[in-house]
């Protein structure tokens, strides 16, 4: 059972469903506690956005499934939830040489982790993750209150894995 989700562009969080992607970077949003990210949750579910997400910020292979994944996108009322995340040891890096190594785990391009790691302060975090998907989607109605720039979102209910 689970109750927290993490949002993440709908298209990455189809590339950690695919393995295509290992590892989440995050520094935080408009709406975070001070406007910084904490890794409150080693498990959670995948919460697809399709708010913010660009072409431009992913390297052109996945870039080209964008249009697909937004004609996919269900509708507004409702979150689908297919997939959830383990992660072990989340840490923060302040070496974006170091972030640049890891570039065969994940489908950013390197302009968007050079952005993102220089946003406000150096640094961002990384989740190594394990992602599982289970046996049903499960269907969550959308809140008001789960809109807007933030990472965490408190679904108010433990919801089934397995």
């Given at each position: 059972?689970?109750?927290?989700?993490?949002?993440e562009?709908?298209?990455?969080?189809?590339?950690?469903?695919?393995?295509?992607?290992?590892?989440i970077?995050?520094?935080?949003?408009?709406?975070?506690?001070?406007?910084?990210?904490?890794?409150?949750?080693?498990?959670?579910?995948?919460?697809p956005?399709?708010?913010?997400?660009k072409?431009?910020g992913?390297?052109?292979?996945?870039?080209?499934?964008?249009?697909?994944?937004?004609r996919?996108?269900?509708?507004s009322?409702?979150?689908?939830?297919t997939?959830?995340v383990?992660?072990a040891?989340?840490?923060?890096?302040?070496?974006?040489?170091?972030?640049?190594?890891?570039?065969?785990?994940?489908?950013?391009?390197?302009?968007?982790?050079?952005?993102?790691?220089d946003?406000?302060?150096?640094?961002?975090?990384?989740?190594?993750?394990?992602?599982?998907?289970?046996?049903?989607?499960?269907i969550?109605?959308?809140?008001p209150?789960?809109?807007?720039?933030?990472?965490?979102?408190?679904?108010?209910?433990?919801?089934?894995?397995?």
């Amino acid at each position: 059972m689970l109750r927290y989700a993490f949002k993440e562009w709908a298209i990455v969080c189809e590339a950690l469903a695919r393995g295509e992607q290992t590892l989440i970077f995050r520094k935080g949003g408009i709406s975070e506690v001070g406007g910084e990210f904490r890794p409150d949750h080693s498990r959670f579910w995948l919460f697809p956005t399709y708010l913010h997400q660009k072409s431009d910020g992913l390297k052109p292979a996945v870039a080209d499934r964008l249009p697909r994944i937004e004609r996919e996108k269900p509708p507004s009322e409702q979150l689908v939830l297919t997939h959830f995340v383990e992660v072990a040891q989340p840490y923060f890096s302040l070496r974006l040489e170091s972030l640049l190594e890891l570039n065969s785990l994940h489908v950013w391009s390197e302009a968007t982790v050079r952005q993102r790691f220089d946003y406000r302060q150096p640094g961002l975090f990384v989740l190594p993750a394990r992602v599982y998907q289970v046996p049903e989607p499960v269907i969550v109605i959308n809140k008001p209150e789960y809109e807007g720039c933030k990472t965490w979102v408190d679904l108010e209910h433990d919801w089934p894995i397995n």
